[in-house]
């Protein structure tokens, strides 16, 4: 048994190793850089230790702003995003003829590059000189007045990048549920038709428990994926997001590490572990929920 532990833990060292070097030593060095105060990149030194990074990244305006930006988009994109893909799933598994190919239309956009997806909607949403965009045309049609989605009102903004996030995720989400719903045993839904279960009864009661493990990953995965938004921003708003008032958590960090602002590693540090408390918190509250809603 001893000889068999020793070959099990020299199978798992290169990805103790890699973990170790990549994730945990990162994680750590942050934490400490977090707490010196007026760390200098090019002396490698600093004036002091405390918590004054964290009460001047909590008071920023702009880190405040952010954090906002990245709860509403958190808040819209995660449902909308999983209720959809489970309703066109659910389409997609019920029609048999041309399946694989609406499949392949619906997966397109999760391999596009982000940038060119974020170059599409700019044409679709942006207002130039020449032209209002097609989404201002089509509100034009219906009788409404444009309006300036890219450089116009915050809701307006927030809007579009809400609608370009959820356009963006959907692809792997349909995927990952498709293939949960074809792994379903079709007895149940035999025994439940045979006894005049109605379909809503027999999606709510076999369908969403049997599936609701992969939901449940989706959500997690979705959380985390929406807290570390920042290239759908860029996409669309170009990169002075604080101008913008358009900027994320991560943009935040970005920008006080290399950004017009950068050269400050010490607030990026302290927002950094200010961002992973908050994913680890809510990551926690979803673990503590799936037990009573998860079925395994």
């Known amino acids: 048994m001893e000889k068999r532990n020793h070959k099990a833990w020299l199978y798992l060292l290169p990805a103790i190793l890699f973990l170790g070097f990549f994730m945990v030593y990162p994680l750590i060095d942050v934490f400490i850089y977090s707490f010196e105060e007026g760390y200098n990149f090019a002396s490698q030194t600093y004036f002091g230790t405390g918590t004054y990074n964290y009460s001047y990244v909590l008071r920023d305006p702009y880190f405040l702003q952010a954090i906002k930006n990245t709860f509403i988009l958190v808040i819209i994109t995660v449902p909308v995003s999983t209720g959809l893909a489970l309703l066109i799933s659910v389409a997609l598994s019920s029609v048999k003829p041309l399946r694989n190919l609406y499949q392949t239309v619906y997966f397109l956009p999760y391999v596009t590059n982000t940038l060119a997806v974020g170059l599409v909607f700019m ?4 207002k130039t000189a020449y032209t209002d965009g097609m989404i201002n045309l089509i509100l034009n049609w219906f009788g409404g007045s444009s309006v300036d989605f890219i450089d116009g009102p915050y809701w307006a903004k927030m809007l579009v990048l809400c609608v370009y996030t959820i356009w963006v995720v959907m692809p792997f989400k349909i995927l990952i549920l498709t293939s949960a719903l074809a792994s379903v045993n079709q007895t149940y839904y035999n025994a439940a038709r045979v006894d005049g279960t109605s379909k809503l009864r027999i999606f709510t009661k ?91």
């Open 123 to 126: 044409i679709l949403f942006k």
């Open 206 to 296: 076999i369908t969403l428990p049997m599936i609701s493990p992969m939901l449940f990953y989706l959500i997690i995965t979705g959380f985390i994926g929406a807290f570390k938004a920042y290239s759908d921003a860029v996409a669309l708003f170009g990169t002075n997001l604080n101008a913008a008032e358009m900027n994320t958590i991560v943009g935040y960090i970005y920008d006080m590490l290399y950004g017009d602002s950068g050269g400050y590693p010490s607030y990026a540090s302290a927002a950094a572990i200010i961002l992973f408390a908050i994913v680890l918190t809510i990551t926690c509250i979803n673990l503590l929920v799936s037990k009573k809603h998860v079925h395994y």
